[in-house]
């Protein structure tokens, strides 16, 4: 009789510590353990996420071993988020992970962690067709991916500048919003009118995205209405959410329907910390009635930094034997 595989996964690439384990590609486990501390600080600290995951780490691992009813001698492998991230923090999953395989002999698995939100679509029933193709929007990336297997991945178009939830960020911060700022415009954007106020969406070629335009055309808009009115924002704040909501998503779906057209691919999945957005989802569900697609959207678990989708991958990756040697380094800005 076949024995199971299981799969330890870390994820550590920013300020979010995790750990997850895998069975013959179901998730039996996903804990993570988040940072408030950065909110005082209005964004990620890396000095202080790294302190963070040293801290966290070893009882998030314990806990999610023991959620998924097993002991680490059970493991068939180690799983980790190699790149990319902040440094610091990569290198504390890292570290852990190349000393656990070494204790227990098991083999290693490095994770590129955009192929990971990726395969974060395979998590639950049902899971998409290949081939698909994958939205991928988070603080640090925007990216349409064709993905034809599980480990064969092409990215046909990316942010030339800011990635989407930078923009969310940066735009909640000029509204005077705390830290994380992207959940609340989407929150207030329920509220108001997506048509009370224009931003001007980039005219990019291809399927490349471009998000710095729309960052510096808020800035304009409210250091014009501020002056004529110092109580503008607060005043204006579920119209003017909803505004540069409406504009953002337009610019991410535009350029989906774009691929999909060009491709042929009618299986459609989104990734990615901004993938939780309630909008954006909206949208996508209403588009895919337009257009006939099958759509596929993560439970919210699943859509920001979790160590599932590094446990997802690492499976396939141990199926094929793809393992790592114990001298890989981990790099904050390894490409695919």
């Known amino acids: 009789m076949k024995s199971s595989v299981y799969i330890l996964g870390i994820e550590s690439s920013c300020d979010e510590t995790s750990a997850a384990v895998c069975c013959d590609g179901k998730i039996l486990s996903n804990i993570i353990a988040s940072q408030e501390i ?16 040293l801290q966290k780490i070893v009882q998030v691992v314990d806990a999610a071993l023991k959620k998924a009813g097993i002991q680490k001698s059970q493991l ?54 290949f081939p698909f193709l994958c939205l991928t929007v988070s603080g640090g990336h925007t990216q349409i991916v064709r993905c034809t297997s599980p480990l064969s991945m092409e990215v046909l178009g990316e942010t030339v500048d800011d990635a989407a939830g930078e923009a969310y960020d940066k735009t909640a911060k000029m509204l005077g919003l ?67 909501q409406h504009t953002m998503i337009s610019i991410l779906l535009q350029k989906l329907k774009k691929a999909s057209i060009e491709t042929g691919i009618r299986e459609i999945c989104i990734a990615g910390g901004v993938a939780a957005n309630k909008g954006l989802r909206k949208e996508l569900s209403a588009m895919a009635k337009r257009f006939q697609w099958t759509i596929h959207i993560p439970s919210l678990e699943y859509c920001t930094d979790n160590a599932a989708m590094i446990a997802m991958i690492g499976y396939h990756k141990f199926i094929e034997k793809q393992f790592s040697p114990l001298t890989v380094t981990a790099t904050a800005r390894g490409g695919w």
């Open 38 to 53: 950065h909110q005082q600080y209005g964004g990620v600290v890396p000095e202080l996420a790294s302190r963070a995951h």
């Open 76 to 129: 068939s492998a180690v799983s980790f988020t190699q790149s990319p991230g902040l440094i610091g923090a990569l290198l504390v999953g890292s570290g852990f992970a190349k000393s656990l395989a070494l204790s227990l002999n098991l083999p290693l698995i490095e994770v590129h962690h955009m192929q990971a939100h990726v395969l974060s679509n395979l998590i639950e029933e049902p899971a998409p067709r």
């Open 178 to 244: 705390p830290y994380p700022g992207g959940p609340l415009i989407d929150a207030y954007a329920e509220q108001g009118d997506p048509k009370r106020f224009h931003f001007p969406e980039p005219q990019m070629p291809g399927l490349s995205f471009s998000f710095s335009g729309v960052k510096t055309s808020m800035l304009y808009f409210l250091q014009k209405h501020r002056q004529e009115d110092p109580a503008f924002v607060d005043t204006h704040l579920n119209d003017i959410c909803a505004s540069f």
